[in-house]
């Protein structure tokens, strides 16, 4: 891809959808206000169905605004503070947080790729990495290759709707549905995992 195709992908009026998509993913990636899955997943339905983006610039874009969002939830964790920290897990379970940090010891960079990919799992695996002082070195490979996972996996959902469906919205609505339902029964089977976790160690 030529740098003018680039250019004229990112600031043409048609195809906003690369900066949108790039930035709706970094923010959503430090403030969990934006869903950057289904977000992904549209993208790429939209680059299945139309010329108005590209699935490769797309996995990309998302790549690596995800990797630089979860940077910076992991920098502030680690160095703002306990006020910076409780910002960055507000809404978050305290057991959780504790849970996560002591399957820190044992795993250690497979938490932060396993965390990127389960709903609500990214969060928890920073803040708990922030506050153990994880280092660099091991965090940045392990999270750009936790975003170019979740990228590919988010992506294929809107690749395999708008390979079925030709209009672009019905492969918007398909994307957007079956992202719902992998996010929906993977809560489900973490949920009984820590149900079946906790009544384990009620027993014993």
Do not use: C
């Not at 900066?19 to 959503?28: A, E, N, T, Y």
């Not at 395999?160 to 994307?175: C, E, K, Q, W």
């Amino acid at each position: 891809m030529s740098v003018q195709v680039l250019a004229s992908g990112w600031t043409d009026s048609s195809s906003l959808g690369y900066p949108v998509l790039f930035g709706g993913v970094l923010l959503g990636s430090v403030v969990p206000v934006v869903p950057t899955g289904p977000l992904l997943s549209v993208a790429a339905a939209v680059a299945m169905t139309t010329d108005r983006l590209e699935i490769a610039l797309v996995l990309l874009l998302a790549t690596l605004a995800a990797f630089l969002g979860d940077v910076v939830t992991f920098a502030i964790a680690r160095f703002g503070g306990p006020a910076a920290v409780r910002w960055v897990a507000r809404g978050q379970h305290a057991d959780r947080l504790e849970e996560v940090r002591g399957q820190f010891t044992a795993h250690g960079w497979q938490i932060v790729v396993v965390g990127r990919l389960l709903p609500a799992g990214r969060i928890p695996v920073l803040v708990a990495a922030g506050a153990l002082a994880y280092p660099w070195r091991r965090l940045l490979p392990a999270s750009f290759a936790a975003a170019a996972l979740w990228a590919i996996a988010y992506a294929l959902l809107g690749v395999v709707s708008g390979g079925i469906f030709d209009n672009p919205l019905i492969a918007t609505l398909v994307a957007t549905g079956l992202v719902l339902v992998v996010g929906l029964v993977s809560n489900l089977v973490a949920s009984r995992r820590r149900k079946a976790k906790a009544a384990r160690e009620h027993s014993s």
